[in-house]
């Protein structure tokens, strides 16, 4: 069983190690892309940069809740809606 406890530091200090300096990530909102992007950022802080794709294809106003939950990670927001 993992613990929460130990395991966030440990993914914070082993996202250290390995990140030499910038890194993406991409964002879709949903629970494992937005992880671990707070636990880059955490490791990383500004060295991360998030990238959402806007398709339009997702649910009404998902987007903008995106936008204010990780306003302070220096979002990127493609707007993609014109190719799909």
């Known amino acids: ?3 929460v406890d130990t ?3 440990k993914a914070i200090d082993n996202i250290k190690k390995e990140c030499k300096g ?3 990530i991409a964002l879709s909102g949903g629970v494992d892309s937005s992880v671990c992007a707070v636990l880059a950022h ?3 802080g500004s060295n991360l940069i998030p990238i959402y794709i806007d398709t339009g294809l997702m ?3 998902e987007t903008d809740r995106i936008r204010a939950t990780f306003k302070d990670m220096n979002l990127q927001i493609i707007d993609a809606k014109e190719q799909f």
């Open 59 to 61: 649910r009404k106003g």
């Open 1 to 3: 069983m993992v613990k």
């Open 22 to 24: 910038k890194a993406i």
């Open 7 to 9: 395991f966030i530091p």
């Open 42 to 44: 955490k490791a990383i």
